[in-house]
């Protein structure tokens, strides 16, 4: 029974994972508690193995050591199960250049076995301003279409934990702000979101806890109130993180 | 894995020129070889496109699997096989729907290298079952070197690097009984030519063609296909296990 209260407890529970690429350790400890339905930002420098993380939670990398639970599913020995409870969005765009947008979002739809899937893929093109672009191939798109195409293929289907990573990198101003309005919405319907992001406000916007990866560890976590009160006399989150990040060089 | 056949499918569809190239090479040999050198080539009886079509649709599968390696490697640089996996498929499906994707895009080019063959003169004797062993063989012989060309995909770095493997299959029916009968090759050479797979297997198919029983080469030629697909399965799990 304790397996099906700890799924009942967090979306995702990490616990002392640590990852090395040969020499380089990236991960050296990392604990992270997700409660369902919430939004949680993962802020870190560049390298700092937020990447790294997102792939040991959605099984395309093995960790070294520790556990990692996601929808109550070791990532280790239950994948399977882990894969159909998520949806992954990777840093870089991943769209088939030779199928249309279309094209690419009906495949989504098939291959997690939807009913209807040519309706899916039209509601979708519409909510990421992708309708007029639908027919044409993902290859011809710029690179913010392309960024819209590939959020908007991952949230085909409704799992129940969905990582991003750096969703708006990218993406202009009114193209970000429909990402962020489909995060919420996919909050409000109970769906627990995991985001990477380089920008702050993002952060201060839309998750409701934030953590910051640094030096191979999650340094702290907490709400941005929380967070802010670590650093009274910082302002905003940007003067938290630098004060954080830099008082540990 | 139906719906990543089909994907993977029209990308050959969209991209027809890969089954133009994957013919069009063996197609140019087999001009030269015909009507430049076959008239200087003792090789038996009959025409001599008839001796020389095995070999061609074997330089025709080797240049064509080298379409696999391309395309996977398109896919693990554009991150697409990453949310594959990410997704609850199956992990293989990936890799199976690129190896029959070979299969089906080569065996189109096989039928228009064929047919150029017959429009030169070739004639076959072969019946129904004859014709079915020759497609039985060479769909395995492809399906065994497309997963050996799963290997660079996987592990290249760069796209040349991908696709550069199949230059030397395309130049092992040369040093085998192919183009020319083995018997005139220096002693060491001739050793190789004998005992490499291509000769085993052009020498089945032209046997099958001949309308004459395919003789206990085939099954030199079935063991080598296996043994090939065998081992490079197995390379190319491994090396794809080491990405994770
Ligand atoms: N496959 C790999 N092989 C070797 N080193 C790797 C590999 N993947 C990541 N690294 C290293 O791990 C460290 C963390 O990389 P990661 O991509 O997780 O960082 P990140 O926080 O996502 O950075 P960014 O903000 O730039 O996206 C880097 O030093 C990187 O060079
Ligand atoms: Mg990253």
Redesign the pocket.
């Known amino acids: 029974m304790m397996a099906g209260m700890s799924a009942s407890a967090a979306a995702i529970e990490v616990r002392g994972v640590r ?1 090395s ?2 020499e ?1 350790r ?2 050296r400890g990392v604990d992270l508690e997700v409660a369902r339905g919430s939004i949680v930002a993962l802020l ?12 040991i939670l959605s099984t395309l ?1 093995r960790a070294d050591e520790g556990t990692v639970r996601v929808n109550g599913f070791d990532v280790r020995t239950q994948g399977g199960d882990v894969r159909r409870s998520i949806s992954l969005t990777g ?1 870089f765009a991943a769209v088939d250049e030779i199928l249309t947008g279309r094209e690419n979002i009906v495949m989504m739809a098939r291959l997690r076995r939807l009913k209807n899937p040519g309706r899916i893929a039209d509601q979708l093109l519409r909510r990421f301003s992708l309708a007029d672009a639908g027919g044409r191939r993902a290859g011809a798109y710029s690179g913010g279409m392309r960024r819209r195409l590939d959020i908007a293929m991952s949230l085909a289907g409704d799992p129940p934990v969905i990582f991003l ?2 969703p708006t990198t990218g993406l202009d101003p009114e193209g970000r702000l429909e990402v962020w309005q489909a995060i919420r919405e996919l909050a409000a319907a109970g769906t627990t979101v995991l985001f ?1 992001t ?1 920008y702050l406000n993002e952060a201060e916007q839309l998750a409701d806890r934030i953590a910051i ?1 640094h030096d191979g560890t999650i340094i702290v976590t907490g709400t941005l109130d929380e967070l802010k009160r670590l650093r009274p006399a910082a302002k905003t989150l940007e003067d938290v993180f630098l004060d954080l990040v830099g008082g540990r060089r | 894995m139906i719906i990543l056949l089909g994907r993977s499918l029209r990308h050959v569809l969209r991209s027809p020129d890969t089954i133009v190239t994957t013919a069009i090479t063996p197609i140019a040999m087999m001009l030269l070889f015909v009507y430049v050198l076959g008239g200087a080539i003792r090789a038996g009886d009959g025409a001599y496109v008839d001796y020389l079509l095995p070999g061609i649709l074997i330089v025709t599968v080797a240049s064509g699997i080298s379409y696999t390696a391309y395309r996977l490697f398109l896919d693990l640089r554009s991150g697409i096989f990453d949310r594959f996996q990410s997704m609850p498929i199956a992990r293989s499906a990936v890799l199976w729907a690129h190896v029959l994707t070979s299969v089906v895009a080569n065996l189109v080019s096989l039928v228009v290298v064929v047919l150029v063959a017959v429009v030169l003169g070739f004639r076959s004797s072969a019946g129904v079952p004859a014709w079915l062993a020759v497609a039985g063989i060479l769909i395995f012989f492809t399906c065994a070197l497309t997963w050996l060309a799963v290997l660079p995909g996987l592990t290249a770095r760069t796209i040349d690097g991908a696709s550069a493997f199949a230059y030397p299959l395309v130049f092992l029916p040369f040093v085998s009984s192919a183009f020319v009968p083995t018997g005139t090759m220096p002693g060491p050479v001739r050793a190789f030519a004998e005992n490499q797979p291509v000769t085993s297997i052009v020498d089945t198919l032209r046997n099958l063609f001949a309308g004459q029983p395919a003789g206990s080469g085939i099954w030199t030629a079935l063991a080598w296909c296996g043994g090939i697909l065998i081992v490079a399965y197995v390379l190319a799990t491994v090396a794809y296990r080491r990405r994770i």
């Open positions: 990852k690429f040969r380089v990236v991960l870190g420098s560049n390298g700092a193995g937020k990447t790294t993380l997102v792939r990398l840093q990573d750096e990477t380089q990866l």
